[in-house]
């Protein structure tokens, strides 16, 4: 049973830095993503970042240039460093596998996953 457990969401100020952690364990497989995606209240589940087993990085456009995410295939774990955060960034978190992964693949819709974590909360205050 693969199971994800995210880590690191707390209440921040505007214009500070974050990091969220998440730990995998369970099977794994050779060709696989990790990626993160945030749900607000009253919104749909939206695509963060992604990082495949061979290096890959993808970011939504609302991110990019302040997120960064990196994998630990050793570890088994992902972390989402956030930097200049703005309230808009205010969600829930959560981190998701995607164990049939293509390099041809951008790992933005949800159903590709494969399984999630319970998220974690992170509020931003202006």
């Known amino acids: 049973q693969v199971q994800l457990i995210e880590s690191g969401g707390r209440t921040v100020q505007a214009g500070d830095s974050l990091t969220l952690s998440c730990a995998r364990s369970?099977?794994?497989?050779?060709?696989?993503?990790m990626g993160w995606f945030r749900q607000a209240p009253e919104k749909e589940r939206e695509f963060v970042a992604v990082?495949?087993?061979?290096?890959?990085?993808y970011y939504a456009d609302s991110v990019k240039g302040r997120f960064t995410i990196s994998g630990d295939n050793a570890k088994k774990t992902v972390t989402l460093q956030m930097n200049s955060l703005k309230p808009e960034d205010t969600a829930v978190y959560y981190c998701?596998?995607?164990?049939?992964?293509?390099?041809?693949?951008?790992?933005?819709?949800?159903?590709?996953?494969?399984?999630w974590g319970p998220g974690t909360q992170v509020t931003v205050s202006s």
């Open positions: 990082t495949s087993w061979s290096g890959i990085t």
């Open positions: 998701a596998a995607d164990f049939q992964w293509r390099d041809d693949d951008y790992g933005i819709d949800p159903s590709e996953y494969d399984y």
């Open positions: 369970g099977p794994s497989t050779s060709h696989y993503a």
